[in-house]
Each structure stands twice: as C-alpha cells, then as structure tokens.
C-alpha cells in the first residue's frame, strides 16, 4: 500500500515550462524533468509550482529529506492544496506523522472532491496503527472515485488487519490494478479461475508477491487440487525445492514459455477468497511443509561442528529485501539489535541474506554469531538449518513464515504497524501456532521490541516452547 504524489493546477509564471516538467516526471523521465525545471528556476527561482516539482522529484530519486525542504519552501512562497497533499505523504516517509496528520487534513478541507487527499491519509493511519480512520479514509476517497485503485487497497489492508477477512478478501482484488503493478497472468487467454469444479481440467497457480505469501499460501494448494484435474505451478526457483513437496502439484516451472496448456489461472494470494478463509477458518494446520531429512542431516553436521555444545541455538534475520514496500518499518540493524546478541549461553546463526550480511563484519556482541547465510541456496536449506535449531528471532520476513509452516518456535519483530496478515495486538498468529509476535509501543521502536525479547529469553520462555515442540 503507498500513497499517492501528483501534479495539479498548474498556474506559475512560466506556466508551459513547469507544466511540460511536470509530464515528463509523471512519465518517469526525471533526468529531462529537472533539466526542464532547471531552467525555470534560473529565471524565476520564487516560483511556487516550480519549487514543489523540485521537491517531487527529490522524493522521486528517493531524497525525502530533501524534497520536504523544498516542499515546505513552495507552501511559505504560495500554499496550494496539492502542495499540502504532497508533503503529507513525504512527511509520512520519513515518520513525522503528526505534521503529515495536519498537512493531510488541510488538503482533504481544502479540496472535499480530491480523491488522492482521502487515499494519502488512508495509508497514513495505517502506518499510525489506526485502522478505523484508515477504513474511513478510503471509503471518503472511494465515494468521490468508485474505481480509484490505492484506496481499495487501503481498504483492504486495514479491514484484514482488523480481521474483516470476508469483505476484506473482495477488496484486496485490486492489488493488480495499481498503477505500474504487471499482470501475474501474462497469457491472456486463460480465464481467472472462480473456484468451482473444473471437471478434471488443469488449473495454474501463481506465486504471486513475496516469497512469504508464496509460503503462507501454498496451504491452499491441496484444496484447489481437490477441484481439479492438475495443478501447475508458476513458482520461483528459489521457491520450487520447498514447494514441490506440497500434495497436489503435478508440475512448477518459472519461465512462461514452458507453461503447459491449462483451463483456469489463479494467484496463491487470490485463494483465500476463494476458499472464504477467516480467522477461524484456515485450511492445513501447520506444519505443512517439511525439511528434507538428507538436508537436515547435512546441515546438523555444520551446525555441530560451529555451534558451541551446551548453548542454544538460535537463527537470527534482522533485514528484510529493500525492494519490499514497507521495508524502511519492518527492518532493523544488526547493532539494533544489541539487547539480543548481548545474552549468555546462547549462539547465534545468521540466516540473513542480502546486503544486510556485510553487517556481521562490524560485530561485537557478547555471544557468537555464526554466518550460514551466505551458503543458504534455496529456502529448502532454510528450512533445514531452521529445523536444528532451538528457536528463530526475526523480523517480518519469508524466514518467519519458513519457521511457521514447519512448525518451528519462531519469535517475530513486527513494525508498531504490521502487515495485515499478523492482525492487531494478539501475540499469537492464526496461520502459525508456532509463531510469537513481539509489538513496539510506537512507531519504530525498536528499543523496545529487542527489550522484550531479550527479557523473555533470559526468563527461559524459549525453553517453554522448545519441549513442547519436541513432545510434539
């Protein structure tokens, strides 16, 4: 879910020039777009519009800090609405949600008809972990736009957070009509498949988004399969080696052009819909996936050999992929997390992956940390080294839902406003028994999270878990 920046209203001094700047930044040529605008601001440097696109695309080359001083520099030369709604959904970027709060209802007063205004303030409540304003929100937005993409997923995201999982399911179908998100289905003549008997026809399933909705969703797999004649699976390779073992799959390609002729198409992520999951009704109990038992073997030999006998073992993830959208909530570093690597008896193993691993060369905690990211090839090694050890402490990312769909301890540092599959305030997870979730008391607060981690393991919570799992 993102908010929305946009150009409107264009009356500056050098009206066509700016105008012209500001369709080449709305089509992604932000070179061309500050040459342009460059030589507006040479001649007229006071210019309101031509001063806030300045601030557009800072925030489009992703300097925030940069684009809210030139923001905040065309509101004092000539307040316009759009400026107001602009800077809301900067100020938001860099977590300064009170003066985004105030900036963003300026712009909703001042122009009741601008659905953008209602959107930006939906995804701001959202990330101030208030999601009844947030559903409020889009619904203003979506009484002035019925078909405005963002705040239907606005909507769908704070109702399923709240745990509205039937009406929230029907919203999150628009999450492929968001601007610039592709099509998970690039063959267009296969129909979406509804959910009814495809008589002993061939369904394609998609591992669409993440590689934790891929995980979290491949539960449905089994069910979709009841109601057809094969599965096909389109999956990352990554993906594929844990994947495979789930009943159902009669074949998992990821290249499109070995795609097999097929009836119906459906994402993973459109199956919960379908299936009218809520809450209280989710299909395959974890664990349903397994490690390789010639992979656990192997990786129990490395863990021995590194692993210092007598000390818990316990993998630690501190990074989620930048690319992912709320990246910059739900990753910490790993000198954030000192409160945790400060404990006795224990040894750490990294299951980090990405550039977050370069980190481990900075390290000075008082408990080893062992480095098996790097030779982790596929998330069925993962799966593997998760299985030999005593419990996982990780932020929101696909090692989480590894450690929850094989029934692994895993305790979760989740952002003050999590993603909408962890719901409110419960410290517990529905799609995994398994999982604990740590909350901050505010936004980013990771003091605070890595606090009660570590408090609760030198109580010895971990232990609890641990040999209940083993009598398991």
Not at 67 to 96: K, W
Not at 220 to 242: D, F, H, N, T
């Amino acid at each position: 879910m993102k908010g929305g920046l946009t150009m409107a209203g264009i009356a500056s001094a050098d009206g066509d020039s700016v105008k012209r700047a500001g369709e080449l930044e709305a089509a992604g040529k932000l070179e061309e777009a500050q040459a342009c605008l460059d030589r507006v601001l040479a001649a007229t440097p006071n210019d309101p519009e031509a001063v806030h696109l300045g601030g557009v695309l800072a925030f489009r080359r992703g300097r925030v800090e940069e684009a809210v001083a030139l923001m905040e520099r065309s509101i004092e030369l000539g307040p316009r609405n759009h400026f107001l709604r602009n800077i809301c959904e900067a100020y938001r970027i860099l977590g300064r949600y009170d003066e985004a709060l105030a900036a963003g209802r300026r712009a909703a007063a001042g122009d009741p008809r601008d659905p953008i205004c209602e959107a930006n303030l939906s995804v701001l409540h959202y990330e101030r972990a208030e999601p009844e304003e947030a559903i409020a929100a889009a619904e203003r937005s979506l009484a002035i736009k019925p078909d405005h993409p963002g705040s239907h997923m606005g909507l769908a995201e704070a109702l399923l957070v709240s745990g509205q999982f039937e009406r929230g399911w029907d919203e999150y179908e628009w999450r492929y009509r968001l601007a610039g998100v592709p099509s998970p289905m690039p063959l267009k003549d296969v129909p979406a498949w509804d959910g009814a008997d495809l008589a002993g026809g061939s369904l394609l399933l998609v591992a669409d988004q993440g590689y934790g909705d891929g995980i979290q969703f491949a539960r449905y797999i089994p069910w979709a399969a009841e109601r057809c004649g094969k599965v096909m699976l389109a999956a990352s390779k990554e993906l594929q080696p844990l994947l495979r073992q789930v009943p159902g799959i009669d074949t998992m390609f990821d290249q499109w052009d070995a795609c097999p002729p097929v009836k119906a198409w459906q994402t993973l992520s459109g199956l919960p819909r379908l299936h009218g999951t809520t809450a209280e009704r989710l299909p395959a109990s974890p664990p349903y996936l397994a490690a390789e038992p010639d992979r656990v073997a192997a990786w129990e030999e490395r863990l021995k050999a590194l692993c210092a006998p007598g000390y818990a073992r316990v993998g630690l993830v501190w990074a989620g992929r930048p690319t992912h959208m709320n990246d910059r909530n739900r990753t910490v570093t790993l000198a954030g997390l000192s409160a945790i690597t400060d404990l006795a008896g224990v040894t750490f193993v990294s299951l980090q992956k990405g550039a977050a691993v370069d980190q481990i060369g900075g390290y000075f905690g008082r408990a080893p940390l062992v480095n098996l990211g790097p030779e982790i090839e596929d998330f069925a090694d993962s799966a593997a080294v998760i299985q030999g050890l005593d419990l996982v402490i990780t932020v929101d990312t696909s090692v989480a839902h590894v450690a929850g769909a094989i029934g692994k301890p895993a305790w979760v540092m989740l952002p003050h406003a999590p993603d909408w599959r962890w719901l409110r305030e419960r410290s517990d997870s529905p799609w995994y028994p398994s999982l604990r979730l740590f909350r901050p008391p505010g936004p980013r607060d990771w003091p605070a999270v890595t606090a009660a981690v570590a408090k609760a393991f030198a109580a010895g919570e971990w232990k609890t878990v641990s040999a209940a799992e083993r009598a398991a």
